[in-house]
């Protein structure tokens, strides 16, 4: 997953404090980024029980940070598009739809607003089930 890898290693790499664009360059062949591999790899062999001594990233404060920064007003949370732009990356229709195929999305890919909520809402779920922090109320 070429597109979804970079976003995640966009995100993920800010909370190492390692520039996003050399995250970028990390194989599309895995299913996460490396950056983000650590802070799941201490859930795989524990029982439910530990979940303190699993390491998340704040998504949240990250991407409220770089929105704080950006002169334009993006809306991360609701937003497919912005969220895109807000890490740096391609938000093209053309971009999205690359997306919404490698996330298997099987609506209509040409019914943009319908996609675009469901990508935005896949990507968060994601994002979360990598070790990412996100406000509960996106998982809904």
Do not use: C
């Not at 809306?75 to 739809?97: E, P, Q, T, Y």
């Not at 990508?119 to 996100?134: D, F």
């Amino acid at each position: 997953m070429g597109l979804f890898d970079n976003l995640m290693s966009k995100i993920f790499s800010r909370s190492s404090g390692t520039p996003a664009a050399s995250a970028s360059s990390a194989p599309p062949t895995t299913s996460m980024p490396q950056s983000a591999q650590p802070s799941t790899a201490a859930s795989a062999g524990s029982g439910g029980g530990a979940a303190t001594a699993i390491q998340q990233v704040d998504v949240t404060a990250i991407l409220d940070g770089l929105a704080a920064k950006n002169r334009e007003k993006l809306d991360w949370r609701h937003s497919i598009v912005d969220l895109m732009k807000l890490v740096g990356m391609d938000s093209s229709f053309n971009a999205r739809k690359q997306l919404a195929t490698e996330l298997h999305y099987s609506g209509d890919q040409n019914d943009s607003a319908s996609m675009n909520i469901w990508l935005h809402k896949e990507v968060i779920r994601k994002i979360a089930e990598n070790g990412g922090k996100v406000p509960q109320e996106l998982l809904k």
